[in-house]
């Protein structure tokens, strides 16, 4: 297999465009650092994204809602979020929603 010129120079600008994005902010953030601002912003990006993606989850089934009282997922995540809020610990939390969603299988709802 040969590669043209052309190909090459396509690989080359293909690797350096998927490349810089990703290096030239951490290069830049670890040379001048980040404002206070922006490091109090960015703290609550990661509560904001599981937040979006758990009620997204529990309260969607394809592009529709899913009625109040027929949702099981919301009875399960109602225990899991006290025992999150109550313990902090995410091997309680996950055991607990397990244990919900299985014992409401369990019992048929």
């Known amino acids: ?62 592009e529709s809602f899913i009625p109040l009282m027929e949702n099981v997922n919301l009875l399960a995540l109602i225990p899991t979020l006290i025992v999150a809020i109550a313990t902090r610990s995410l091997l309680f939390t996950v055991i607990t929603g397990i244990g919900a969603m299985f014992l409401l299988q369990l019992f048929g709802l």
């Open 1 to 62: 297999m040969t590669l043209s010129e052309g190909f090459l120079w396509l690989l080359i600008g293909v690797s350096l465009v998927t490349l810089l994005p990703r290096v030239l902010p951490m290069v830049l953030i670890t040379k001048f650092g980040m404002p206070e601002w922006l490091l109090r912003f960015l703290q609550y990006v990661p509560i904001a994204v599981m937040t979006a993606l758990l009620v997204q989850a529990v309260l969607t089934e394809g």
